[in-house]
């Protein structure tokens, strides 16, 4: 296969590049893969698409590039970090909003879900109760992005308070009485109320209008794409199926905290939320029809880049001839030196970049 990669941006530095990210804790998040990824984004583009946009790290890049940035994930706690973070360019929490939101629990009867579900399991009762209580206030908020930034922090709280910063498992009490595992890490006994403070100043200082209006969508990609218009580039980072790819069931807490369900079932030990929220890129039955989707659907978008990973399904060279069908693709590799990438990222395995142009 030809290597021949887009000419390397010369974006001109607009002052946004040195805005800074708050630190995801994402499983696949490609927050330490921006630097390289950045190096293949063409420079003739204006309307950029983050696809499934996770933890948002690279729909803040491409917002930092000063272009005109939508971005989607089907999950509404990432949808919020999206409309704080990318939609969102000027509000902030005041000391006003953080007053509203610490007011105490303004309808106990009806803001319960947390300690309902997890008390004795992810917190103890004193921030599972501070949990509903702030959660019955975000609604008193002025607009949806103070909303949207509320969720964003206090979801980013939670993960920092849970060792291994996800809710597939139930030893989050049981780690934070280790002494061994508080000394490496003190946040697993601190109040998830002060976690939430801490980080609140880190999130404000990340808002910025980059000029142009920018989008956060909340929806099925397969939904959502055929609405969408006037694109130039798309990302595409997609659940690597066969590692890791099950979402719902590592960051159901969060979903739930986000959508306080009163109409679900809480199933297994950890209280995930079923059903599920249908992905259609988790399991190998449906995963190959729905990349051909993915890509009869983007034939209006000129570039396309695509994060995989080598320990996926389909292999590589099977989803580079379905991309074929579509575009010219040339591979870009990173080998991982660590596991410090999260999903997918065993050392030894490869981060891989698909470079995808009209033919
Ligand atoms: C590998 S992660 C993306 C990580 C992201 N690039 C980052 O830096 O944080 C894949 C994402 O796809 C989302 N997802 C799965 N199925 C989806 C679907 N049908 N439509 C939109 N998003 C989906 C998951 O919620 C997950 O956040």
Redesign the pocket.
């Known amino acids: 296969m030809e290597n021949a990669p887009i000419p390397v941006s010369l974006f001109p530095e607009m002052g946004f590049i040195d805005r800074k990210f708050p630190q995801?804790q994402?499983?696949?998040?490609?927050?330490i893969h921006r630097d390289w990824i950045r190096r293949f984004i063409p420079d003739d583009i204006h309307v950029v698409l983050?696809?499934?946009?996770?933890?948002?790290?690279?729909a803040y890049l491409f917002k930092q590039l000063g272009l005109q940035t939508l971005t989607?994930?089907?999950?509404r706690f990432?949808g919020m970090i999206g409309k704080a973070l990318i939609e969102n360019g000027t509000e902030i929490l005041t000391s006003d909003d953080i007053a509203i939101l610490r007011g105490g629990n303004h309808d106990p009867e009806e803001y319960n879900l947390m300690g309902t579900l997890f008390s004795g399991l992810f917190f103890n009762d004193a921030d599972a109760s501070f949990l509903d209580s702030l959660r019955s206030n975000i609604a008193l908020l002025d607009n949806e992005y103070k909303q949207a930034l509320c969720f964003a922090i206090i979801n980013r709280a939670m993960t920092r308070k849970v060792t291994m910063g996800h809710f597939a498992h139930k030893q989050a009490l049981v780690y934070a009485a280790d002494a061994a595992r508080v000394k490496r890490n003190p946040n697993l006994v601190r109040p998830v109320s002060d976690i939430f403070i801490e980080l609140v100043n880190e999130y404000n200082a990340a808002v910025f209008d980059n000029g142009t209006e920018c989008r956060a969508y909340s929806?099925?990609?397969?939904t959502?794409l055929p609405e969408l218009k006037g694109i130039d580039l798309v990302?595409f980072?997609?659940?690597?199926c066969n590692s890791h790819a099950d979402?719902?069931s590592f960051y159901h807490l969060l979903e739930t905290f986000t959508m306080y369900w009163k109409d679900k079932q809480f199933i297994n030990g950890t209280k995930r939320y079923s059903p599920k929220r249908?992905?259609?890129?988790?399991i190998k039955s449906c995963v190959l029809t729905?990349f051909n989707k993915l890509f009869e659907n983007s034939v209006d978008i000129p570039y396309w880049l695509i994060?995989y990973n080598d320990r996926s399904f389909p292999d590589i060279d099977t989803f580079v001839g379905i991309i074929s069908k579509f575009r010219k693709v040339d591979i870009e590799k990173k080998i991982y030196g660590n596991s410090r990438g999260g999903?997918g990222s065993v050392a030894g395995s490869h981060e891989v970049l698909l470079i995808c142009k009209p033919y």
Do not use: C, M, R, V
Request: hydrophobic share 25%; no cysteine.
């Open positions: 995801p994402y499983l696949g998040a490609k927050y983050d696809a499934f946009s996770g933890s948002q790290s690279i989607n994930d089907f999950l990432n929806e099925d990609i397969l959502l990302y980072d997609p659940p690597y979402y719902q249908y992905s259609g890129f988790d729905n994060s999903k």
